[in-house]
């Protein structure tokens, strides 16, 4: 046979299926008008293992694609089956109905900060917030507490550093605690090593800094043989060497940090690789989803199956999401069992992607929607503050 026979045998083949496809989706839409009558749940897991016993005993050498294939039809139908019972109405109604007032206008609202004065995650809430009033906490963990009790009206926290990656404390607190993520900003991070006045690069034995600060600027810290300190702050850890006073101490902060303890400077950029770019969020109890909002957050938990994950992404693609970021953290009081965090590219108000939230919520164990805001692809300016 040639080519373009082949083609049309695939051509017709694809018809059928495509009409079999079609009565198959009827079909399942039958099935939830009973199922709303009957009170069913939607997903029936045994009905769908029988199924896929069948394929798998009957497809032969294709098994393993044809079991494929049937689960994403069974995923599509259940998708099809929460939408016309109207699944996740409450995330619909939430989505619809939520705040788009933009950040920057919110001059009442209070900026929990992590660190003090000049630490990185201020400098861009003062991007994010121009006019705000910021309010500094010691950790991450106090930044959430403060928005958990309503002392401060949003926090801004970093999530992932393009040399040190993901900030896994801050995805765990966020997983912990479900707010929302309201913005995002991006920030250039020079980091400076600095210590007291009469210090210098053999002075030093010991410098201090977030964990984060130390994993960007191993090779300074290698190059003084110096002893590296994790801190909770860039910031606090510039405080902690002006108050110790000691020429064999050092911290890795900003240089607004830096002069702000009246340090000097003894090594700028201190960062192993140039670029180096934090990308920081901004939390709040209530959802916010400001009219340019152009990325969604979510997470979910998924059970031990071959292909769970792959089927979810399959969904997104379908929709036309972009993936742009996936972390996996380990679920409370569960020994390897995993919180699937994923930032994509879209917006939560247009239709078919509210409607694949809303399927998802009725559909993933643990299902929870993060938020809708808009993404920054360039990093904005290191303010002055
Ligand atoms: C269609 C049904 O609903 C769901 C979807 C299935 C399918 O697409 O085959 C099977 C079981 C259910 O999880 C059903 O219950 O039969």
């Known amino acids: 046979m040639k080519l373009e026979e082949v083609r049309k045998e695939i051509d017709q083949i694809d018809e059928q299926m495509l009409n079999l496809f079609l009565r198959r989706m009827d079909a399942a839409a039958q099935v939830a008008r009973i199922k709303a009558q009957t009170g069913q749940p939607i997903y029936n897991q045994r009905r769908e293992q029988e199924i896929l016993d069948e394929v798998t005993k009957k497809a032969g050498a294709y098994a393993a694609p044809a079991k494929i294939l049937f689960q994403t039809m069974m995923d599509v139908s ?61 950790r991450f963990y106090d930044v959430f507490d403060a928005v958990k009790k309503g002392e401060a009206t949003f926090g801004v926290v970093p999530v992932e550093n393009s040399t040190a990656g993901s900030v896994e404390e801050v995805y765990d607190l966020l997983l912990k605690h479900r707010f929302f993520i309201a913005g995002e900003e991006m920030l250039p991070i020079d980091h400076c090593l600095c210590g007291v006045p009469g210090a210098t690069l053999s002075s030093i034995r010991r410098i201090y800094s977030h964990p984060q600060g130390l994993n960007q600027c191993r090779g300074i810290i290698d190059a003084c043989s110096a002893e590296a300190v994790a801190c909770d702050n860039t910031a606090i850890a510039a405080d902690l060497v002006a108050k110790e006073r000691d020429p064999a101490n050092a911290a890795i902060c900003s240089a607004q940090a830096a002069q702000k303890n009246g340090l000097v400077i003894l090594k700028k950029p201190a960062q192993d690789i140039g670029g180096n770019t934090t990308r920081f969020i901004v939390i709040s109890r209530t959802l916010i989803i400001e009219p340019e909002a152009d990325k969604i957050s979510l997470s979910f938990s998924l059970p031990h199956v071959t292909g769970s994950l792959h089927r979810i992404l399959s969904r997104f693609a379908a929709c036309g999401l972009n993936l742009t970021k996936i972390e996996s953290r380990p679920m409370e009081n569960s020994r390897f069992e995993y919180l699937f965090y994923l930032d994509f590219t879209g917006s939560a108000r247009a239709k078919d992607t509210l409607s694949l939230l809303c399927a998802l919520s009725g559909d993933l164990p643990e299902f929870t929607f993060l938020g809708n805001y808009a993404a920054r692809r360039e990093s904005g300016e290191t303010a002055d503050i």
Do not use: M, W
Request: proline content about 7%.
């Open 78 to 138: 259940r998708a099809l089956q929460h939408n016309l019972l109207g699944g996740g109405k409450e995330l619909r109604e939430q989505i619809e109905h939520a705040d788009a007032a933009p950040l920057r206008e919110r001059v009442d609202a209070v900026i929990a900060c992590p660190g003090t004065k000049g630490s990185f995650s201020s400098l861009a809430a003062k991007n994010l917030f121009p006019d705000s009033t910021l309010a500094f906490y010691p």
